[in-house]
């Protein structure tokens, strides 16, 4: 595996430079300053011989065998998972691209996916169906035509149904559908 690196010659002469210096110069004593700076004499400067000079880059390739894996930092890494399993249908970016928050990295799409959406779909039809039952049976109650057995039994089923929809309206919002758009009947075959 072969890795390149990029030394910055310039700086590493000064270095250099400045280590030579302190060693053959030992009566002058080094002040520590808060900043950390690296600082020397003109008398320093000039024995080494130093210029000031514009610094150059220049790049050393060096070869590194290995057995095994390098791997990047844990800061710099992501794993990806999908909400709802199926087939990658479109990779938007290479292996080892730069990617930014929020982008689109692949669509996932497949049986999973549309049967979701339709799962949804019944579970809101199933939705409609008991809030409109237990309206029903609300009203007979206070009626005094049936029992008020059979509201608690509708008022059950009714929130049956709203934790199935609002369970898989989140789901569909987790992977960036829109639940109302796939109610009104436009059903995707895959997901960003």
Same mark, same amino acid.
């Given at each position: 595996m072969i890795?390149?690196?990029?030394?910055? !010659?310039h700086y590493a002469f000064i270095i250099l430079a400045l280590m030579m210096a302190s060693c053959s110069n030992k009566t002058e004593t080094a002040t520590e300053t808060e900043s950390e700076a690296i600082a020397f004499t003109r008398q320093?400067?000039?024995t080494v011989g130093m210029?000031?000079?514009d610094p150059v880059t220049d790049t050393i390739y060096d070869e590194?065998?290995?057995n095994g894996f390098i791997r990047p930092a844990p800061d710099g890494v992501a794993q990806i998972t &999908? !909400? #709802?399993?199926?087939? #990658?249908s479109g990779v938007k970016h &290479? &292996?080892?691209n730069y990617v930014e928050k929020g982008a689109v990295l692949l669509n996932v799409g497949g049986s999973k996916v549309i049967s979701l959406q339709n799962d949804f779909v019944k579970a809101c039809a199933q939705y409609d169906l008991a809030k409109q039952e237990q309206e029903r049976i609300s009203s007979l109650v206070e009626d005094k035509i049936i029992a008020r057995k059979d509201l608690l039994t509708a008022q059950n089923t009714y929130k049956i149904a709203m934790a199935e929809k609002q369970s898989l309206q989140a789901l569909l919002k987790a992977i960036n559908l829109d639940p109302a758009e796939i109610e009104a009947g436009n059903i995707h075959s895959n997901y960003n």
């Open positions: 890795i390149m690196k990029r030394i910055y !010659l320093q400067f000039e210029k000031i000079g590194i065998r290995t &999908a !909400l #709802v399993e199926g087939q #990658v &290479a &292996a080892g």
